[in-house]
């Protein structure tokens, strides 16, 4: 049973350009979240997909979004990089909306130079 | 929206319990203690979580202040492998993680 699986691992990118980074949730699972986290501090929520909608979102710019798939997978899009953009991204999964246990995948660490 | 404070850093002999304490004064009575940990370059794993009473599971012991001002995160047996950062959090059952902080935790280092 895999786990919550992002890709790419690492990623570099210059100042200004865009990325999406992508995420399978946890088999069974419905609910896809991500996280900032950058060197030295904890995870920071960007927001929250459930049955393809965001449901939540934290205090981040709209150069930040996303989307979920019909198969639950997700994607993280931000536009117009800025240096302070590099950071490990987290992508969790659970099961349902209103969530107990989350499982985090292993991240994607992008430097933007 | 509660917020929590941790010791910045804790060592624990191996094989001797280590007890991680979080503050968490402005907990509401809806919201719930969550502990993760995260070892380093992997994501945070999800440990326990409880409300009000004290809870058990393989990982480690949560025991809650009757007041649930704060609580502590028991590690019966600390191995090499329990070396993490360890993030206390506080979050609504039925809500989501909005405007949950994870802060930055404690650095729990076990020694030999």
């Known amino acids: 049973d895999a786990g919550v699986t992002q890709s790419p691992t690492h990623l570099i990118k210059t100042r200004g350009q865009q990325v999406t980074l992508r995420c399978s949730p946890k088999?069974?699972?419905?609910?896809v979240s991500w996280y900032q986290q950058a060197l030295g501090q904890g995870p920071q929520f960007i927001f929250q997909y459930y049955e393809e909608e965001e449901r939540q979102r934290g205090n981040f710019p709209d150069r930040f979004s996303g989307h979920q798939f019909p198969n639950y997978s997700s994607e993280l899009n931000v536009n117009a990089l800025l240096l302070g953009d590099s950071a490990l991204y987290l992508c969790?999964?659970?099961?349902?909306?209103?969530?107990?246990?989350?499982?985090f995948g292993q991240g994607t660490r992008l430097t933007v130079v | 929206d509660a917020k929590t404070t941790q010791p910045t850093s804790m060592d624990c002999a191996e094989g001797r319990a280590a007890n991680l304490p979080c503050n968490h004064s402005t907990i509401s009575g809806n919201e719930y203690v969550y502990w993760y940990r995260q070892i380093h370059s992997q994501g945070p794993q999800y440990i326990i979580h409880?409300?009000?009473n004290n809870e058990t599971n393989e990982m480690a012991s949560l025991i809650i202040t009757e007041d649930r001002k704060s609580s502590t995160l028991i590690l019966p047996h600390a191995t090499l492998r329990d070396t993490a950062v360890y993030y206390c959090?506080?979050?609504?059952?039925?809500?989501?993680?909005?405007?949950?902080?994870f802060g930055i935790g404690t650095k729990l280092q076990v020694i030999p």
């Open positions: 088999s069974g699972h419905d609910t």
């Open positions: 969790a999964s659970s099961l349902g909306f209103r969530n107990t246990e989350a499982f």
């Open positions: 409880g409300l009000k």
């Open positions: 959090i506080v979050r609504p059952l039925s809500g989501g993680y909005q405007k949950v902080t």
